[in-house]
Every structure is written in C-alpha cells, then in structure tokens.
C-alpha cells in the first residue's frame, strides 16, 4: 500500500490512463480485425476501406504512445502487402 501522497496519487492517475489506454487499444484491434477479416474473405476494395480507415487510428495510437511506432509501421506494411496478393 502507497504511504505517500505522491504515491497515493500516482495510483489514483495510473487507474485512470490505464482505463484510457485499453479503450483506445480496443478501438484499434477493432479496426485491424475488420482490415482482417476483408482479407480473409477476399474483398479488396474492402480490404482497402478498411486500410485507410485504420491507418489514422493506428498512427494516433503511436502517438499517443499506446503502441510502438514500429510496430505500427510494421503492421501497415504487413496488411498493404497482403492486400496487394488480393486480386
């Protein structure tokens, strides 16, 4: 248990950037799997929809520092590549 004030309250903001973080990080599985799933089912033009509307909200979730901005670059790239095989 925090005895400080200082530790008290580093708790108190950790609940709340935590709760913050998972709903943003939800938010962007959420539009990876739909670019997935379009993949998966052979819908380019779907697949690319769902591209372009997943790429600001990965790009914020690297700003944000939610996710690594390598590995942002790295699942763009992955999911521009594999719908460039759709045909």
């Not at 962007?28 to 779907?46: H, L, P």
């Not at 990965?58 to 996710?67: E, I, M, S, T, Y």
């Amino acid at each position: 248990m925090a005895h400080t004030r200082q530790a008290k309250k580093r708790i108190r903001q950790d609940v709340k950037r935590t709760a913050t973080n998972r709903t943003r990080l939800s938010k962007i599985r959420t539009y990876v799997r739909r670019v997935e799933e379009a993949i998966s089912a052979g819908d380019k033009q779907g697949a690319l929809d769902a591209l372009k509307a997943v790429q600001p909200e990965l790009h914020k979730g690297a700003r944000k520092r939610v996710l690594h901005r390598n590995t942002v670059a790295r699942q763009l790239s992955r999911m521009s590549k594999h719908i460039k095989t759709l045909s």
